[in-house]
Structure formats: structure tokens, C-alpha cells
């Protein structure tokens, strides 16, 4: 069977806290931290627009241009849609040898505000379609270079960027430091709250982006069920449904003739029937309160773009109760072809499995299925809710220390989320109390900014010269 979480992270549980020290201790002689500042692309580096076309291939067609119009419109957005690529760059790169459970594809437009099933608000990690055990410097790094390659967008000069992703690792590594200290149970109750988020602001940031702080918080809470209800839905023929905004929203109606709908409006009703057993029971008798009233394909993200997402509308006690749930499709994990395959046979299962490890808190509807569609082949899925306080950061809009805070509270979030499934004593160790490795990521992260550049220009030119196609479709 392949590693996974309960395999690769595990060999060193209960080992002494001296043997694990030891241990990182001992990585620094086989991967000195120095040895993270090179990133020299290999001489028979993969052609980075064949991985896309790679990924392209299992996606749906008509929604491929999509895709790759949006990769084409910044560096940035081409790094949100190129976690394949990075992830071939990072393979055989300098790591400990200490393994963590990974996000897989930690940008920072991936830490964000979200619900607890309390209805508190927590900053934590949102997206792990590429989760799997590996390397914990990979997430790590991701961050950096995206940090990087947002403050170029934002002009930002070099002084500026260095000191954005210098006290983001740190922060990343303090925090771990700290981690190593405590309880395993005061590191698995460790979470990033709204009153902890105000502490912070308190302390690092000036009285304005208290504030903008605050309106971001009020704001995440609207964006619920009832404020997606109101703007995707409407009323026809007396039934509630799903408002079309093609291609982004295609409801079900829209998307297949009357036999082909009515087969694939049986297979949806059966996959939440079903994946309601991944839930707990009490989540169960919860979901089983709600009927489906409509399904539409919607477009999401950027790397995501192409891949199946559905979204359904359920009902609750009246046409006012409404319940917004996505089914996305879940593949191979972008890490698997160079950490080795799951060890969950169901993708869904992986990436909720992923998160509930990862995440201090977890949607209360997240659960996984397989499904065979009409086209007679299998697929897997995942489930989540649509949108449930969900509070996302603009960095075009970011000053500096803005960008700089906002890292540092993504580099915590990441340390506690590894904290969770790797050995945090031995990561604590290898990182020390000095700042080798915060330095080393510098210079990693500009230069993985350089390759995120080149790359992007050779979409944009295959784009130009009709090697690929590509849709300006401004997102929903």
C-alpha cells in the first residue's frame, strides 16, 4: 500500500522528544537550511505548457479555453493555475526528510476567513484538491514565491518583498518552535480565531487596517447559503432554480436534453444520498431534512477551471430554507507523481481526509463520493459547502506591511496545520532559532519568480500564436 498520513509521518511518534530533536538536528548535515535559497531549473526541465495540457486532457473541452485565458491575464494567475508545474520543480529540490501532511498548493489567496461549525470566524487554509503527505518546505515555499510574485504585481520594491517573505517564514518557523512545546492536544485545539485575529491587529497593524479588518470579518459572515440563495436563484414556473450565467453557472436545464438530464438528475440525487454516510450521523439527519431542487455546472477557480463542479440548491422546510452544496471533482493529487499515490482509493476521500487533518475546524457537510455518470465513467468527488463565511484578501489592494502581517499570519496558520501531521519537534529542530532558512527562502522565491514569469510569457505566446486556446470569461 502506498504512504500516506497514517504510514510516512508516523515512524517517530513515540519517539523522546531528545530523539526527535536529534533527528532534525541531524537533517541540517544531509540538507543544510542554506542549501533552500537555489532554484536552478534542470537542463531537461518538463515543458511546463505539456503539464498543462496534460491536466487539460481529463477536463471538460468547452471550458479548457476558460482556463487558460485566465492563466494568461498576470503572473500571479498563472501561478494559481500552476501547481502541477511547481510541483515537478520542487521534485528531488533540498528537503529534511521530515514529511507533513501538504496543502499541495499553499498560495496566499489559499488562507482566508472561514466558519466553524460553532459559527465562530477562523483564519485558516481552504483549498487542498492536491493534498497528500510530502516535503513540508513545498507548502512552504509555495507561499513565499506567491508573496513574491504578488509584491512584483504590486510594485513593490526588492527591500520590501525580501522583508515580506523573511517575516513570513520566520513566522512559520516561531510558531513551530512553539508548537514543539506544547501538548499534543493544546496543538490539535490550536486554532486562529477572531478574537486572536484582533490581538494581532492590535499589535501589528495601524488603526486603518484594524478597521479594514473588522469590515472584512462583518463582511465573511454574510456570504452564506441565504446570500448565494438571493443572488443565483429565481423563481420559475412557481419553482425555485438555479439562475443561469453561462458559461461560468449552467444550470442542469440549460446543459442536457430531457432524457440525458433526467438520468444525471437521478445519479446527483443518489451521490448525496450516498455521500451522506461520510458524515457524522448527526450531520446526516441534518442533510436528510433538505430535498434537491436544482444542479448547475459551475466554473471555479483557475487551476480548477475544466474540471467537473456542480453545484445543487436544496431545500429545507419551505422555498425560503435553502442549502447550496458543491460537488467537485477530485483527481490525482498534483504532489502523487513525485511523493507517490494515495493511499485512499477514493480522491474525494483524500482531500477531505487532507483537510479535516490540515484544518482546525471543518465544514459540517464535508464528505466524499463516487459517482458513474452518464457518459459511463467513474468519477470521485468531494462535497463541501458552497459558501460559508468565506472572507478572501485582495492583494492588489495591499500596502506592504499590509502584505507583510497577512504573511505572517499565513506562515502560523501553515506551522499549525504541520504541526498536526508531521513531527513538529523534528521540524522545529532542523529550522533552530536562527534565520538560515527565512534568508534561504528569499532568494528561492524570487527566483522561482523568475520562472513563473518566463513560464507565463510562454502561455501568453502560445496563446498568441493560436498553440492554445484561450477565452477571456471575467469571473462570476
Known amino acids: 500500500m502506498p504512504q500516506d498520513s497514517t504510514t510516512a509521518m508516523r515512524s517517530v511518534s513515540h519517539a523522546t522528544p531528545e530523539e526527535r530533536t536529534a533527528r532534525g538536528k541531524e537533517a541540517r548535515r544531509r540538507s543544510p537550511r542554506s542549501a533552500h535559497?537555489?532554484?536552478?531549473?534542470?537542463?531537461?526541465?518538463?515543458?511546463?505548457?505539456?503539464?498543462?495540457?496534460?491536466?487539460?486532457a481529463t477536463r471538460v473541452p468547452e471550458l479548457v479555453p476558460i482556463?487558460?485565458?485566465?492563466m494568461t491575464e498576470s503572473p500571479f494567475r498563472f501561478y494559481r493555475g500552476a501547481a502541477a508545474i511547481m510541483a515537478s520543480d520542487l521534485a528531488g529540490s533540498p528537503d529534511s526528510g521530515i514529511k507533513a501532511q501538504l496543502c499541495g498548493d499553499a498560495h496566499m489567496l489559499n488562507f482566508r476567513l472561514l466558519?466553524?461549525?460553532e459559527r465562530q470566524l477562523l483564519f485558516d487554509i481552504n483549498d487542498f484538491d492536491e493534498t497528500l503527505p510530502g516535503p513540508w518546505e513545498w507548502d512552504v515555499k509555495r507561499l513565499a514565491a506567491s508573496l513574491v510574485i504578488a509584491g512584483r504585481a504590486n510594485d513593490y520594491?526588492?527591500?520590501?518583498?525580501?522583508?515580506?517573505?523573511?517575516?513570513?517564514?520566520?513566522?512559520?518557523r516561531e510558531a513551530m518552535i512553539r508548537f514543539a512545546g506544547m501538548r499534543n492536544l493544546d496543538v490539535w485545539y490550536a486554532r486562529m480565531d477572531e478574537d486572536r485575529l484582533r490581538e494581532l491587529a492590535t499589535e501589528h497593524l495601524h488603526k486603518r487596517a484594524q478597521k479594514n479588518l473588522d469590515r472584512a470579518m462583518a463582511k465573511a459572515r454574510t456570504k452564506d447559503s441565504l446570500q448565494v440563495f438571493e443572488k443565483l436563484s429565481e423563481v420559475v414556473d412557481g419553482e425555485?432554480?438555479?439562475?443561469?450565467?453561462?458559461?461560468?453557472?449552467?444550470?442542469?436545464?440549460?446543459l442536457l436534453p430531457d432524457v440525458e438530464r433526467t438520468a444525471l438528475e437521478e445519479v446527483f440525487?443518489?451521490?448525496i444520498e450516498r455521500y451522506g454516510r461520510t458524515l457524522a450521523s448527526d450531520r446526516r439527519h441534518l442533510l436528510e431534512d433538505f430535498r434537491l431542487a436544482d444542479v448547475a455546472r459551475k466554473v471555479v477557480g483557475v487551476g480548477s477551471v475544466g474540471t467537473r463542479c456542480w453545484i445543487f440548491l436544496l431545500l429545507g422546510r419551505d422555498g425560503q430554507d435553502p442549502l447550496f452544496l458543491q460537488a467537485k471533482e477530485a483527481g490525482a493529487s498534483v504532489l502523487a507523481a513525485h511523493v507517490g499515490a494515495s493511499r485512499y482509493r477514493n480522491q474525494g476521500e483524500r482531500v477531505v481526509s487532507g483537510q479535516r487533518l490540515m484544518q482546525a475546524a471543518s465544514d459540517i457537510f464535508l464528505g466524499w463520493e463516487r459517482v458513474d455518470g452518464i457518459d459511463g465513467k467513474r468519477r470521485d468527488f468531494y462535497i463541501r459547502q458552497l459558501r460559508d463565511w468565506k472572507g478572501i484578501v485582495t492583494p492588489e489592494l495591499m500596502v506592504p506591511t499590509g502584505m507583510r502581517a497577512f504573511g505572517e499570519l499565513c506562515g502560523v496558520t501553515l506551522a499549525r496545520a504541520h504541526a498536526r501531521s508531521g513531527d513538529r519537534?523534528?521540524?522545529?529542530?532542523?529550522l533552530g532559532g536562527g534565520d538560515a532558512f527565512d534568508r534561504a527562502l528569499v532568494d528561492f522565491a524570487e527566483a522561482y519568480a523568475d520562472q513563473n514569469e518566463r513560464d507565463h510569457r510562454a502561455l501568453v505566446e502560445a496563446v498568441r500564436t493560436g498553440q492554445l486556446p484561450a477565452e477571456d470569461v471575467p469571473a462570476g
Open 240 to 254: 425555485v432554480r438555479i439562475a443561469p450565467d453561462a458559461p461560468l453557472l449552467v444550470p442542469i436545464a440549460d
Open 157 to 172: 520594491d526588492d527591500k520590501e518583498r525580501a522583508g515580506i517573505v523573511q517575516a513570513t517564514v520566520r513566522s512559520y
Open 269 to 271: 440525487r443518489g451521490l
Open 67 to 70: 482556463r487558460y485565458g485566465r
Open 425 to 430: 519537534i523534528a521540524i522545529a529542530a532542523y
Open 37 to 56: 535559497a537555489e532554484f536552478v531549473p534542470p537542463k531537461r526541465r518538463p515543458d511546463p505548457l505539456a503539464i498543462l495540457e496534460a491536466q487539460s
Open 115 to 117: 466558519a466553524s461549525p
